[in-house]
């Protein structure tokens, strides 16, 4: 499993620093400290992406509405398709929060 290349005592903190952030202007606080804005709006951009494609919006449209490449959405896609079910588990909970 890929997921376990990345554990590690590091990665661990930077979770659980994430983890114990109380709201969302705390998370705001956080990740402006620790990423840059493109960064920050890359990784928006793909949770966005992942809804879009779940919804079951074409490729044409997402790149429309996101600005993100072709190679991104397929990335995104493989990893809804392939991947450890992390977007499906995030998307459902936010969707339940709403």
């Known amino acids: 499993m890929q997921i376990d290349k990345l554990r590690g005592k590091t990665l ?3 979770f659980e620093s994430i983890l114990s ?3 969302l ?3 705001y606080l956080f990740f402006d400290d620790l990423a840059t804005v493109n960064e920050i709006q890359s990784l928006a951009q793909r949770l966005e ?3 879009m494609l779940r919804e079951g919006y074409t490729y044409h449209k ?3 509405e996101t600005g993100a490449s072709t190679a991104t959405i397929s990335r995104v896609k493989r ?3 392939y991947g450890n079910d992390g977007y499906q588990m995030t998307l459902d ?3 339940n929060n709403d």
Do not use: F
Request: aromatic share 0%; hydrophobic share 35%; charged share 40%.
């Open 49 to 51: 992406v992942a809804r």
């Open 12 to 14: 661990d903190q930077l």
């Open 93 to 95: 909970r936010v969707h």
């Open 25 to 27: 202007e705390e998370c």
């Open 21 to 23: 952030l109380k709201d």
């Open 79 to 81: 990893c809804l398709n």
């Open 62 to 64: 997402i790149e429309t």
